[in-house]
């Protein structure tokens, strides 16, 4: 398996395992405010969705400026629960998987043109990589979000994944 894809997983088991520890809490914990770069839990999980959603209708050929629009009331959306937030992460990953399959090169350049940083011809798996970085940075202010609320987090990370992989494995 490639890295990209590889770290693509990660990200994934990574949301889900952070959603697994919120479900475990009231699910007043989503909309309770905090003072840190999100006022909610909520608010955080649907950006990270948002931004997840705006690099897929990127990779499927919609430039970045269209994507962003079209992304805008995703990240608008506050979902009521972890459940709602849980399936939604796993049909994009599921879509994810889809387009991944049908890539033969991540090494393919397309010209991306960010609106917040200019035109740059950008491969594939960067965009990927990227992706997974942002979610790693999210996912560490909603860690923080929980001790703020009185709640301990839980372990996400990439070292962590390595583990969890080869006992699915076997």
Known sequence: MNHPVQMFNYHTWANQTVLGRIKELTSSVLSQEVNTSFPTIAHALSHIYAVDKMWYLVLTGMNMREALQACIPLNESIL???????????????????????????????????PFAGIRQTRLSEIVLH?????????GNVSTMLRQLGHASTMNDYSLFWYQESVESI
């Open 131 to 139: 992706l997974v970085n942002h979610g790693t940075y999210h996912r």
């Open 80 to 114: 009521h629960s972890v459940d709602e937030y849980a399936n939604n992460f796993t049909q994009l990953a599921e879509q994810y998987r889809e387009w991944f399959l049908s890539q033969s090169d991540l090494e393919q350049s397309i010209l991306l043109d960010n």
